[in-house]
């Protein structure tokens, strides 16, 4: 089992689903994940362990969510609720 990567910190953000007038998408919402392991993060948007590029491998790019993948990242989330009917919802972490 491999853990995820160290030092960084997994959420889920939301955006809002209409643009403002300047055609932008705003953070609306950041829900921290509880600790992850990476198997089941790369399984889960269908990655290769051994893709050489590591941001890719890692999941240190920013992902989309669907609704198979926000119900299966739900019981991960720290106080807030997955609603892709309210917000557009990435899969991002941060370094701490």
Known sequence: MVMDVQGIVRV????SKIPDADGEL???VEYRLKPLNLE???KLYNISPNDPDYG???LIDCYPI?????KT??????DGVI???????MLE????
């Open 66 to 70: 669907n609704a198979e993948q926000a």
């Open 40 to 42: 089941f993060l790369q």
């Open 83 to 89: 609603d892709l009917e309210k917000y557009d919802f």
């Open 56 to 58: 890719v491998r890692d």
């Open 93 to 96: 972490c941060y370094q701490i």
């Open 12 to 15: 889920v953000i939301g955006y």
């Open 73 to 78: 990242l739900q019981p991960y989330v720290i």
């Open 26 to 28: 705003h953070l609306e």
